[in-house]
């Protein structure tokens, strides 16, 4: 395979923004029929560096060659129309059309009735008929509207459409991060099917285990520059690891040094006010622990949370916390009463983009009526602010040029790192972590797990979703799962397999286990 | 280590619209033969730009949360009229309410702001509430207002002539002055020091930004997102109040016609002066720039001879650069 024709050539590409060198000299060669796996950190260059392959970003410098064709791409349309696309979770499909609409988009069929060219409907359907059905996709009706399709269907469009502009590569960036298991192993075999017709795939993902089933090369980054491109076959874990971080690794998880106390937290028949999402869960947490809470796509988890948090109306259910029953209507409540969550959706309800470093990090403590950076006249203390975000700051080792920088300009992984601190500034009793390392790359998730650690040592309680079972079976005294808005079973971390967490996520049984 | 170039992008992106102004007044200047820069037209375009700082910096509220307000203008008409029915002298032949005692100064201020408030309660109420666009909430509170201050003075025996007889006690707020400052720029700019320090120093403004950066975020974070629009329209609601009855004292008179555009120009003030349409971003000194600037082109255009018609032309194209500029700046594109 090594030895099949290159398709995209990159060539000593660099790319600057204000204040940051996010490409330098990065030379990437992709050949046809091969799954090419991109690697490193967050903040290393791959996004970028993709984004010039799609024409979204101009290099500064380099050249990029097509079938051995130099070309400048202006934009992502002369991009597909030269062969590139991409498979981004930004870049969304038009919700309120249906799915032919959305492939064929400013390429509709038309046939002429009288003088007026109308769009051929029937063409147009059995086209996208002919495309799913040579890509193996043969549940998605052309006709539906793509709003109700779920997030791995509305991915197999964005396939679907690259395919239709005949794609000689297509880059798939993270495109596992929000798929259960099935669909990941459907996209799997239609990236097989894709690189036996000569499709080259780019593929963009934290997930080491992915790369080494399905990647034929992998290209590794490290701040900006080429670390180097490997045969796949060439690489295990450590090796990724060590050269993604560019030190050796010894541990994914931290060591366990915690003990686990009395009851602090216990959550009585919590029923949602929505009658399609969780009932009559009851479960409680102890100092020191790390509750893990386990299960697929659409098991409610998030909701549950979320309802616990305050975020979300209750039909019914009692809230404990220290042996008093406390009301928890809102934010306000949850942050008085000791309890912080840090959201699944960084982007929507984590970060305010446009403010800077501080205003993040002390926004949640200062709804509390502490008072902690007032002066004696009322006044906000500016510069105590700035101090106490420093301290976090330092602590995460968040890397920004200063504290006046703005977090939208902050690498992903920075991000959820300053939203830590933002929750660990309220010193809260129960963390409530969701998903908290998705999308964060290698050293970052070491970072937080240690923190998670910390945490239950000064006994207090944390509790984390996740839907990644290395992270799960590695952090958790015990895990919960849920099963479609059931409680399927609590099991004890220490002894939990993969198994027996995805057998309980995938069925629900009446009697907890 | 970054070295620190020269950004000429950048700079343009962030100064262009200064550097317009800039070259717009200097063109002023030239064409009036340096006549513009008296102190007699400097005192005429502060003594203006007061009464339009307290609107702008009312608006500037709404804007940072990412809301609009359009009721602005016609507020000022309201609270105009209605202070100035309230002060007016006890021998004028159609006194509005005959049996009013001549009330001291203090009174119409008070009731301007306070009916201010209310109304900006109702906008925030309905906004955050009610979940009506803001845009279009707003926009039929600015009929309401408008159609009721027509009604209010079309009462007989005044019949909608513009109110006269007003109390010179009044009129020496909008006139009088100290060491030849007027009050009102006095009271312009200790209102732009106060929101200065509300916006900086204190929890409350700190949250008007987060929830205009974000609202879903404001409520994750404990912050209660309707109680913030709700405070902010009111704080809106009483600076247009203020400004009305300024306006009234400042020129003597009063007229439903009053206060019109005026919300205009202030969205366009906030934008021009580095608030983000989005909200989450701005602060007063941009503000408080933006108004004077607009008034100086207003002013000198009209000084040098220009059709007033031609003042529209010049700050609709500045709008619209302010917003292009904005949507590079803050777009999602990044």
Known sequence: MADSKVILQMSHISKSFPGVKALDDVSLTVRAGTVHALMGENGAGKSTLMKCAFGLYHPDEGEIQIDGVPVTLQNPRAAMDKGVSMIHQELQPIRTQNVMENIWIGRYPYKKVGLIPWVDEKKMYADTKSLLDGLGIHDIDPRRTVGELSVSHCQLLEIARAVSYGAKVIIMDEPTSSLTEVETELLFKIIEQLTRQGVAIIYISHKIDEILRIADEVTIMRDGRLVGTWPASELNTDLIVSRMVGREMTSRFPPKDHRIGGEYLRVEQFTSANPKSFKDISFSVHRGEILGIGGLVGAQRTELMESVFGLRPLASGRLVINGREVKIENAHDAIANGIALLTEERRASGIIPMLDIVENTVVADETKEAKRFHTGMGLLNNRKRAEETQKYVDQLQIKTPDLKTAIRNLSGGNQQKVLLGRWMLTEPDILILDEPTRGIDVGAKYEIYSLMEEMVRQGKCVIMISSEMPELLGMSDRILVMCEGHLSGIIDGATATDEQVMLLASRYESKAV | ?334
């Open chain 2, 1 to 334: 280590m970054e070295t620190r170039r020269f950004d000429l992008k950048k700079f343009l992106m962030n100064n262009v619209l200064y550097v317009i102004m800039l070259v717009i007044i200097a063109a002023i200047a030239v064409i009036s033969g340096g006549k513009f820069f008296s102190m007699r037209v400097m005192r005429d375009i502060l003594n203006q730009s007061s009464v339009r700082v307290l609107v702008a910096l009312g608006c500037m509220f709404v804007i940072l949360t990412g809301q609009a307000d359009l009721s602005g203008g016609r507020m000022v008409g309201l609270a105009a009229v209605v202070s100035g029915t309230l002060a007016q002298q006890a021998t004028y032949a159609i006194k509005f309410w005959p049996g009013l005692p001549e009330l001291p100064p203090i009174v119409p201020v008070v009731v301007s702001i306070a009916l201010g408030v209310c109304v900006g309660m109702v906008n925030g109420w309905v906004v955050s509430k009610l979940k009506v666009p803001a845009f279009l909430a707003t926009l039929g509170m600015q009929m309401i207002l408008f159609g009721a201050n027509s009604l209010y003075i079309n009462k007989a025996p005044n019949n909608s002539q513009p109110l006269g007889g007003i109390l010179s006690s009044f009129k020496e707020l909008g006139s009088g002055s100290v060491f030849g400052v007027t009050y009102i720029i006095i009271i312009a700019v200790a209102a732009a020091i106060a929101v200065h320090i509300l916006q900086t120093k204190t929890t409350l403004g700190k949250q008007i930004f987060a929830v205009g950066g974000n609202p879903e975020a404001a409520r994750v974070n404990g912050i209660n997102v309707f109680m913030i629009t709700l405070v902010t329209y009111a704080i809106a609601g009483g600076f247009y109040g203020l400004a009305g009855c300024l306006e009234c004292a400042r020129t003597g008179s009063a007229t439903s016609a009053y206060g019109l555009s005026y919300e205009l120009d202030a969205i366009a003030s906030c934008i021009v002066g580095g608030c983000s349409a989005g909200g989450g971003v701005g602060g007063v000194p941009g503000v408080f720039l933006g108004v004077v600037i607009f008034n100086v082109i207003n002013y000198g255009l009209t000084f040098i001879g220009l059709s007033s018609y031609w003042q529209y032309v010049v700050k609709g194209i500045i709008i619209i650069t302010a917003i292009a500029i904005d949507v590079r700046k803050y777009g999602r594109n990044d």
